[in-house]
């Protein structure tokens, strides 16, 4: 092809823009390459960059600020013989700067070509994360306190194999796209340009300026070789063919029909390291196995081993739409860490509710039927406080019974693990 322009969507730039010019010198680079207009896909950010995708008759995708390559990467992951090309400005850039940090370090095939004008020209021509500390913009002094990011010299540091730079009024400009794009792996190009309508009207920016800011900054031409290493969708599927064996999804399989069986909500009420998430597993493994649908869950701290430990368990013979608890039939109060977490529960309790408390665990005042244990005086590990409350309301039939609960232990553990397991429920089954 000659042009990849669309005549129906001609530029709009503000007249001396160099954003034409890059407009312009992209076109010529694509017609230079002839990449096919089928399998290539332009993406752009926000900003006079994001109008990159109304000017070309190609595939677009135009995102959320800052996010032009996270779009990108799925785009050639799902279709590796895409060529995509991201523009973005650098207000983009400084938004977006840890997703650029991401595809230098991945090297997928992809190019980006970042419109360095210096500011925010879009939105009133505030500073960005490339302003000279010295200039003039839209957000008074705060550019003085910074200093300018050199977006190639970050780029070769976070491991991008092309890295170039040149001025948008380069006459070797298309070539120099055309170089990015040809190369096999992650390449970024900053094109330093004007922004005629807002950082050129309080800043001395001329093509003999923007020349001797690239000659000061550190060079950027091409190839990394340091950097070079295989492609990161190639290595990817590699990776990927050499796996024989993938985590298999576990099937239920209905064991046993109960009749009249109405919806359980199930609260365990413990605390980290008393294997509170395990025992709600479990009590979803029984659920399923009686054919029932399940919902879990779990409220803990980010600091696992520390602080409460929650889990809210739904059973019920109809589909859930909406997983919260209303009025629990069934509390394990475990911990004075879990009850404090949900102690407003304890006021909906009806009087047929059933409680299981440790003796050491203060709940609040309820209605409901409470039994209390004393796990420690039976010589069971707090960590196997749970699993034993398993084994009493199994025995009660409390929401589940022996049955589901051995269904459940099978599945959830080995042979080894589940045999330690039924020790401990046989020993509070004689309580």
């Known amino acids: 092809m000659n042009s990849y322009l669309n005549k129906t969507r ?33 993406v752009t950010d926000i ?10 008759n190609v595939h677009a995708l135009h995102g959320v600020h800052g996010r032009a390559l996270t779009y990108a990467s799925g785009l050639k992951l799902a279709d590796p013989e895409l060529n995509v090309i991201v523009t973005m400005g650098d207000g983009g850039l400084g938004i977006g700067g840890a997703h650029v940090l991401a595809s230098c370090r991945r090297n997928l095939d992809l190019t980006l070509i970042i419109l360095n004008n210096f500011n925010f020209g879009m939105t009133g021509g505030q500073y960005s994360s490339t302003t000279p500390t010295d200039a003039i913009a839209g957000s008074g002094f705060l550019n003085h306190a910074e200093i300018p990011l050199d977006i190639c010299s970050v780029a070769r540091s976070a491991g991008a194999t092309y890295v170039a730079r040149c001025s948008s009024l ?13 190369h096999k792996g ?33 060079e950027a031409c091409g190839v990394i070789k340091k950097n070079k290493r295989p492609e990161y969708g190639e290595r990817y599927r590699a990776l990927a063919k050499e796996r024989t064996t993938f985590p298999k999804a576990p099937v239920f399989e209905k064991k046993m029909t109960l009749e009249d069986y109405q919806r359980q909500e199930v609260v365990i009420l413990g605390s980290a390291g008393m294997r509170i998430v395990t025992a709600g597993d479990i009590v979803c493994y029984a659920g399923l196995y009686a054919g029932m649908n399940v919902s879990m869950k779990n409220d803990y701290n ?10 809210e368990i739904l059973i019920s013979p109809e589909k859930i739409g909406y997983a ?17 977490r949900r102690k407003k529960i304890f006021a909906t309790l009806s009087p047929d509710a059933f409680i299981l408390k440790e003796k050491s665990v203060t709940i609040p005042e309820t209605c409901a039927n409470v039994l209390e244990i004393d796990f420690r005086k039976l010589k069971i590990k707090k960590q196997d406080w749970a699993l034993a409350s398993l084994g009493v309301m ?4 409390k929401t589940i019974n022996k049955k589901m609960l051995d269904h459940a232990l099978k599945s959830r553990f080995n042979e080894k693990v589940y045999l330690l397991a039924m020790e401990i429920i046989e020993k509070i089954s004689k309580v």
């Open 302 to 311: 980010i600091t696992v081993l520390r602080g409460q430990s929650v889990s």
């Open 324 to 340: 919260g608890i209303k009025s629990p039939s069934v509390i394990l109060a475990l911990s004075d860490e879990g009850v404090l």
């Open 394 to 397: 199994a025995k009660k039939g």
């Open 10 to 42: 001609p530029p709009v730039y503000c007249p001396g823009c160099s954003h034409e010019k890059i407009t312009k010198g992209l076109d010529k680079a694509m017609a230079n390459l002839n990449l096919p207009a089928d399998k290539t896909v332009i």
């Open 186 to 218: 992650f390449s970024i190009i900053e094109t330093l340009g004007m922004c005629t309508g807002r950082y050129t009207k309080k800043n001395k920016l001329t093509p003999i300026t923007l020349d001797q800011m690239i000659m000061d900054l550190p």
């Open 47 to 56: 900003g006079c960059s994001g109008l990159f995708d109304t000017f070309f």
């Open 170 to 182: 380069d006459a070797g400009l298309a070539e120099k796209i055309a170089g990015a794009i040809e």
